[in-house]
């Protein structure tokens, strides 16, 4: 059970609510149900896992986590003086945690995956004609303090696109800094290689050779499927520019 709403990465209300008793004969209120991931410290190293059909409770002050739910799953919970551990279907330690306040308090964290927004331009303007006129595009994005990344299915964006479209409010939880232009935010290396030209290599060269052995060209094959009569998988040539 939790009472951070902004852990939970799926959230089904509840229908009727669920009732929670407390030791004082009084009850509180699960408002929904959901899963939330975490990863789990033990053995020097981060483990992933998502705890399901975790309840939103929101007048809980600390999180519980119920060892009967656990052992449902397969879990094994090993309880000592000082510490508990956690271990998996196949045995392998995934949390270890110790006794504070009579209480036992997992090593672990909660991670929230980065959310996907939707918008929907209708009629597309003139600077905005990566836009189809109907078409619904999603975008992925990761806000900085003075940098936007954003990709799309229509290619990499343009940084002044971005731009206009976090300062008119075309997508719900994008933020700009009024201050940010195209010169603050820097130039995406990225964009420009993808931009680039890729020149044709000409068949003849215009450069020859004046002398014999002036000019060599060398080149390796193999390795080849079947040897030669003396065993060699790879042979050389070297031609001479000039003969």
């Known amino acids: 059970m939790s009472s951070h709403r902004d ?26 149900i959901g899963c939330i991931p975490i990863h789990m410290h033990a053995n020097c190293k981060w483990n992933r896992a998502i705890l399901q059909d ?49 209480l036992y308090i997992l090593d672990a964290c909660t991670y929230v995956c980065k959310p996907t927004c939707i918008t929907q331009v209708n009629i597309p303007k003139s600077d905005e004609d990566f836009f189809a006129a109907g078409h619904v595009t999603a975008l992925r994005f990761h806000v900085h303090t003075q940098a936007v990344t954003a990709n799309t299915p229509l290619g990499h964006l343009n940084v002044n696109t971005a731009i206009k479209m976090a300062r008119k409010g075309m997508v719900n939880g994008m933020t700009m800094a009024e201050n940010a232009m195209h010169e603050a935010l820097g130039t995406c290396e990225l964009h420009i290689k993808g931009k680039h030209a890729c020149q044709a290599i000409k068949k003849m060269t215009q450069m020859r050779a004046n002398s014999i052995l002036g000019h060599i060209y060398s080149n390796l094959c193999g390795l080849m499927q079947t040897s030669s009569r003396k065993g060699y998988y790879h042979f050389t040539t070297f031609i001479d520019d000039k003969s």
């Open 7 to 32: 852990w939970f990465q799926a959230y089904s209300p509840l229908n009727p609510l669920h009732k929670i008793w407390l030791r004082d004969n009084t009850f509180i209120q699960a408002l929904s």
């Open 54 to 102: 975790v309840l939103y409770v929101l007048a809980l002050h600390i999180n519980l986590l119920s060892v009967s739910m656990l052992a449902l799953c397969g879990t094994q919970v090993h309880f000592a003086p000082k510490t508990c551990e956690i271990q998996d279907k196949d045995n392998l330690l995934t949390c270890i945690g110790h006794v504070e306040d009579n």
